[in-house]
């Protein structure tokens, strides 16, 4: 069975600053990875996806993720948070075999603070 | 850009009422979800399609929840009664399952509140 852990319920960080959003996954093969972004009262919006290749990959609005087979862990980052980041983040994993459906986390709430 | 379409946003019903959902995923998408996220938690997955079959129904509250996807286009979801823990988004997504394009697009989700 696949799941994934957001160890974090919120992250808070100054405007400017780096900001990391942590995700780890299990599942019993090869997965697609991939990070969304809610916000209040919205559905979720696709920020970036890992399917294969370079382990970074770069998504919307600055943010990269980068896929750590060893670790499991598919952590979200962003150089430089904007105010208008602030949102809940959900990291969401899939099987390669078969047609699997997502399977997201819990979430994160992130609040960036001018 | 193309997108999921549901309707009502908005939904009150009271309790032991019927109240449906309905979605209209992006052309060309084969594969359908309909997902349930309560409140401050992640989407859980209540049933998935291919075409007009389901994959996975294996969450589904079957005894009151029902969906379905006719001509393998657009879907009805369906809660007959509804129970006040029934209250949540409803959240429909599509996704046209390429081995590069597996990532699912949501639509704006459905707020039903159960009175």
């Known amino acids: 069975a696949q799941s994934v852990a957001q160890p974090e319920d919120q992250v808070n960080v100054a405007e400017g600053n780096p900001l990391t959003v942590k995700c780890t996954y299990s599942?019993?093969?090869?997965?697609?990875l991939f990070w969304y972004v809610q916000y209040p009262n919205r559905g979720l919006q696709f920020l970036l996806k890992?399917?294969?290749?370079?382990?970074l990959v770069k998504g919307s609005y600055g943010f990269e993720a980068e896929f750590n087979k060893s670790q499991t862990s598919f952590h979200l980052k962003k150089p430089s948070a904007l105010v208008s980041d602030s949102a809940l983040y959900f990291c969401?994993?899939?099987?390669?075999?078969?047609?699997?459906?997502?399977?997201f986390g819990k979430g994160t709430r992130l609040s960036v603070i001018a | 850009e193309a997108e999921v379409a549901q309707s009502p946003r908005y939904k009150i019903t009271e309790k032991s009422q019927a109240v449906a959902f309905w979605c209209d995923p992006i052309?060309?998408?084969?594969?359908l979800y309909w997902y349930r996220q309560i409140l401050g938690q992640g989407p859980e997955l209540l049933v998935q399609?291919?075409?007009?079959?389901?994959?996975?129904d294996s969450q589904l509250p079957k005894d009151r929840f029902s969906a379905e996807r006719l001509k393998g286009v657009d879907s009805t979801l369906k809660i007959q009664p509804a129970e006040l823990g029934d209250s949540a988004m409803y959240l429909c997504?599509?996704?046209?399952?390429?081995?590069?394009?597996?990532?699912?697009?949501f639509g704006q989700g459905t707020r039903l509140t159960v009175v």
């Open positions: 052309s060309g998408h084969a594969t």
């Open positions: 997504a599509s996704s046209n399952d390429s081995p590069l394009n597996t990532e699912a697009f």
């Open positions: 969401a994993v899939r099987d390669r075999s078969g047609n699997t459906p997502l399977v």
């Open positions: 399609f291919q075409d007009e079959s389901v994959v996975d």
């Open positions: 599942v019993s093969g090869n997965p697609y």
């Open positions: 890992y399917i294969t290749g370079d382990n």
